[in-house]
């Protein structure tokens, strides 16, 4: 049976309804605060308020792509999920070699060891410590997304490990894979490495491909096969000139809205009405989706982008034996 792996236990894929598809819940570790304070999200009660504000107008699920070792909190991400009613679905994995410095265990190992870790976190539960160490203690939570990521154009030997390890960990898993394009950048890359390691396109969703803002970028991406998350449009102002509803108007009217997904990688500090910024994410669902038919979009592509498209792609992938 199809199922989707929420933080909070599996469900059929139509239960997930109206889904973000690229969010951050919380992210609460020194390296963020430290060096990515506008993205270093502690306050549980902010998120409580955010994610009801989004419940509020609809949404029903989130994906919440953070990985491993840098202020993932399954225990936390559980109760928030509950304590809403918005399924979450939680990431293993590992971002760009940034997140990571000095000597780090996501920098250096080999792809088989990572591929261990990231199917633990999958098949048994993710780690109360988050990886960060000597001692690991499994929580019943389980991720149900490998994400992985690139800092330029021309993955390198680091890179390759870690995309080597979330193609091996989809293959034993089924778990879908979710990849960080930095700048938008490197998404044919990323494809083409993805089929070196025998992994078809459309397991794959690259993200944040929309600070590309040219749609002929964005038309070769989804004819190779891949899903995109566009998540850039609440850093605009909201209208018929915001860039991402441009390009997924574009999308749509070429045909590729079942290709689409969209989120906020609401990791900004400024963008989240708890913080005190603005619009905060429920506008995703709110002023874009307006802007969007405004454009032309109809409701069922809306559907197909918010709805259908997180059904399919989130749901498990029938693995060989
Ligand atoms: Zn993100």
Redesign the pocket.
């Known amino acids: 049976m199809a199922f989707v792996r929420t933080v909070t236990g599996d469900v059929p894929p139509h239960e997930l309804g109206v889904t973000y598809a690229?969010?951050?819940v919380v992210l609460d570790a020194p390296i963020a605060q430290d060096r990515f304070p506008h993205a270093f999200l502690d306050d549980d009660d902010a998120a409580l308020s955010e994610l009801r504000a989004c419940a509020e107008v609809g949404v029903k699920a989130m994906a919440d792509?953070?990985p491993c070792a840098i202020g993932r909190h399954p225990e936390r991400l559980a109760e928030i999920s509950r304590a809403v009613g918005v399924h979450i679905i939680a990431s293993t994995g590992a971002h760009t070699s940034k997140w990571y410095p000095g000597l780090s265990w996501a920098n250096e190992l080999p792809a088989p060891q990572l591929t261990e870790l990231f199917v633990a976190d999958i098949e048994i539960g993710i780690d109360r410590f988050d990886y960060c160490g000597p001692v690991i203690e499994r929580t019943p939570h389980r991720a149900g997304l490998i994400k992985v990521g690139t800092l330029q154009d021309d993955p390198n030997e680091r890179d390759r490990r870690t995309f080597a390890a979330a193609a091996a960990t989809h293959r034993r898993t089924g778990a879908p894979i979710i990849t960080?394009c930095e700048e938008g950048r490197g998404g044919r890359e990323q494809i083409e490495l993805f089929a070196e390691y025998g992994i078809s396109p459309d397991c794959v969703v690259l993200?944040?491909t929309d600070k590309v803002q040219d749609v002929g970028y964005h038309l070769d991406l989804v004819g190779a096969g891949a899903f995109l998350e566009f998540?850039q449009a609440l850093r605009h102002p909201i209208g018929p000139t915001n860039p991402t509803v441009r390009i997924v108007t574009e999308l749509v009217s070429s045909g590729f809205g079942s290709q689409v997904m969209l989120g906020t990688?609401g990791?900004r500090r400024s963008l989240l009405t708890a913080y005190g910024g603005a619009p905060g994410l429920a506008a995703l669902a709110t002023g874009v989706t307006e802007a969007l038919k405004n454009e032309g979009v109809s409701d069922e592509s809306l559907n197909t982008i918010f709805v259908d498209n997180p059904a399919r792609f989130f749901s498990f992938r029938e693995v060989a034996e």
Do not use: I, M, P, T
């Open positions: 690229h969010e951050h792509a953070l960080h993200s944040h998540d990688d990791a």
